[in-house]
């Protein structure tokens, strides 16, 4: 493994997340009344769905919370500076790899899939037509797909986030961990910089035994990927100046994909 590339970062701390960015281009549908949101719900607004967990474990060193706190995060950046209304924030999809750890939910496949057809179906009676969810997950894309799928024969464009595809360039040439997707640098980096007091680094530990097949289980004897704590990768060697930098090319990644979906023409 090549070493990481040493980066210089900010001195500043990061904005706090904030449900209305100053001078924000981006609309909260929730702040709207039904008649304000007929005004901006047209053929050509771009509706913005933020998918985070609200309870999925993240290990001993992060909140169950965390992916709702990186999906809002990343939805006010969004906001400020682009020109889309956002839906609600959706706390709950599919997240079978995790059931073996507290606290964690998740939904089946199917009701994943169909919660988002029902959503995009709802508004796109008002007009829109082109949807993106802000997805922080990666078993959620299953559903995803399966829901875009649908949606394209009914003439509603439907994107969503590959958090690790966007990650992964700039991710490559900072980590250190030798393997991982969850709760480990990358991900520990990234909350370091959004919301540093969710954080416990005392806790953080190097967790990783990698298998072809299965979601994380806390029982050494079953199928899947080894992991008492529910980390899978080393979060010991996160920073915040990673998570910096990692963040802001995570964000570029997702206002380039909206800009791709606004560009979009039908039939």
Same mark, same amino acid.
């Given at each position: 493994?090549?070493?990481?590339?040493? *980066? !210089?970062?900010? $001195?500043?701390?990061?904005?706090?997340?904030? +449900?209305?960015?100053?001078?924000?281009?981006? #609309?909260? %549908?929730?702040?709207?009344?039904?008649?304000?949101?007929?005004?901006?719900?047209?053929?050509?607004?771009?509706?913005?769905?933020?998918?985070?967990?609200?309870?999925?474990?993240?290990?001993?060193?992060?909140?169950?919370?965390?992916?709702?706190?990186?999906?809002?995060?990343?939805?006010?950046?969004?906001?400020?500076?682009?020109?889309? *209304? !956002?839906?609600? $924030?959706?706390?709950?999809?599919?997240?079978? +790899?995790?059931?073996?750890?507290?606290?964690? #939910?998740? %939904?089946?496949?199917?009701?994943?899939?169909?919660?988002?057809?029902?959503?995009?179906?709802?508004?796109?009676?008002?007009?829109?037509?082109?949807?993106?969810?802000?997805?922080?997950?990666?078993?959620?894309?299953?559903?995803?797909?399966?829901?875009?799928?649908?949606?394209?024969?009914?003439?509603?464009?439907?994107?969503?986030?590959?958090?690790?595809?966007?990650?992964?360039?700039?991710?490559?040439?900072?980590?250190?961990?030798?393997?991982?997707?969850?709760?480990?640098?990358?991900?520990?980096?990234?909350?370091?910089?959004?919301?540093?007091?969710?954080?416990?680094?005392?806790?953080?530990?190097?967790?990783?035994?990698?298998?072809?097949?299965?979601?994380?289980?806390?029982?050494?004897?079953?199928?899947?990927?080894?992991?008492?704590?529910?980390?899978?990768?080393?979060?010991?060697?996160?920073?915040?100046?990673?998570?910096?930098?990692?963040?802001?090319?995570?964000?570029?990644?997702?206002?380039?994909?909206?800009?791709?979906?606004?560009?979009?023409?039908?039939?």
């Amino acid at each position: 493994m090549s070493e990481p590339l040493e *980066v !210089v970062c900010g $001195t500043g701390g990061p904005a706090a997340p904030d +449900a209305h960015p100053p001078h924000a281009k981006g #609309i909260l %549908l929730e702040e709207l009344t039904w008649q304000e949101a007929e005004q901006v719900l047209g053929p050509d607004t771009i509706i913005v769905i933020p998918i985070g967990a609200g309870a999925k474990e993240h290990g001993p060193h992060l909140k169950l919370k965390n992916d709702r706190l990186l999906a809002e995060y990343l939805t006010g950046e969004v906001m400020r500076s682009a020109a889309v *209304v !956002v839906a609600p $924030t959706v706390n709950y999809h599919y997240y079978p +790899a995790f059931v073996e750890y507290p606290g964690s #939910i998740t %939904l089946r496949l199917e009701t994943a899939r169909d919660l988002m057809v029902d959503i995009c179906r709802s508004l796109a009676r008002y007009g829109p037509r082109k949807f993106y969810a802000l997805n922080t997950g990666v078993s959620t894309m299953r559903p995803l797909d399966l829901a875009a799928k649908i949606l394209v024969e009914e003439d509603i464009r439907f994107r969503y986030t590959d958090m690790l595809r966007l990650a992964e360039p700039v991710g490559m040439t900072l980590k250190g961990e030798e393997g991982g997707t969850h709760a480990g640098e990358i991900e520990t980096s990234m909350m370091l910089f959004i919301a540093p007091s969710t954080v416990d680094m005392r806790k953080a530990v190097k967790d990783y035994h990698p298998s072809p097949k299965g979601g994380l289980t806390r029982d050494p004897r079953k199928n899947g990927v080894y992991s008492a704590s529910g980390i899978y990768g080393d979060a010991t060697l996160a920073t915040r100046c990673k998570g910096e930098v990692i963040v802001r090319a995570v964000v570029d990644g997702i206002l380039k994909e909206i800009d791709e979906l606004r560009s979009v023409s039908y039939g």
